[in-house]
């Protein structure tokens, strides 16, 4: 186990709806990215939160937004959800310091808009 | 505009045998490449990574080579067995301290007994 975890784990949501994803961090971990998995694809980096401080984002519009915290946990926020928002959504914790070698990557939470 | 390949969606090898991942990449200077093991329902989990000025990484029955000039990173399981059965995924960072990693669509991999 990567000692990161998500909640929920499955989510049922409508079109137009807005939803809320949580991760918890390893401790001493630093770095956050949010990344976007549909079915049959790698993941898509959404964005990444060092220090609470959104730190690189992807090509992902306005409506896709995060909020890290000072105890390791991280949320992800999607307004107006679309049916192409379905999808796992998944995060990875890291410690960023100079070079970087791993991520470690929760269990997702996969979601599905209705 | 860029681009990461993986050599097939799926790829079936007799226990015992090598199995060998590609992962091809355009229009892309990575200064690292990594490679993922994901299992059905799971996140991606750590493997492997290989720096753009190293040539080959070992660890245990795993070997991955890289290629700069190729743009192509080859992915070896040696001695395969069932429980290697996974999608491995191959993930490409252009920045070290910016850990922001593209990456290719995966290799459904079933070691068949």
């Known amino acids: 186990e990567t000692g990161v975890t998500q909640s929920p784990t499955h989510l049922i949501k409508t079109r137009g709806q807005q939803v809320t994803l949580r991760c918890s961090s390893q401790?001493?971990?630093?770095?956050v990215s949010w990344y976007q998995q549909a079915l049959g694809q790698g993941p898509q980096f959404i964005f990444q939160y060092y220090r609470e401080e959104e730190n690189g984002r992807g090509n992902f519009p306005p409506r896709f937004s995060g909020l890290q915290f000072p105890n390791y946990s991280s949320e992800l926020n999607v307004n107006a959800l679309e049916l192409d928002d379905s999808a796992l959504y998944l995060c990875?914790?890291?410690?960023?310091?100079?070079?970087?070698?791993?991520?470690?990557f929760g269990p997702g939470t996969r979601l599905l808009v209705l | 505009s860029q681009k990461i390949e993986q050599n097939s969606e799926a790829l079936n090898i007799q226990e015992g045998k090598t199995a060998t991942l590609t992962c091809n990449y355009t229009n892309y200077s990575p200064a690292y490449l990594q490679w993922y093991r994901q299992d059905p329902g799971r996140g991606p989990v750590f493997l492997l990574l290989?720096?753009?000025?190293?040539k080959e990484k070992r660890k245990e029955r795993l070997k991955v080579t890289f290629d700069t000039t190729l743009k192509q990173s080859l992915f070896h399981i040696t001695a395969s067995q069932p429980a290697d059965s996974a999608t491995y995924l191959c993930a490409l960072g252009t920045n070290f301290g910016n850990e922001k990693l593209t990456f290719g669509t995966g290799t459904r991999l079933t070691i068949i007994p």
């Open positions: 401790s001493g971990h630093n770095t």
């Open positions: 290989i720096r753009e000025n190293e």
């Open positions: 990875a914790s890291s410690h960023m310091a100079g070079e970087q070698e791993t991520q470690y």
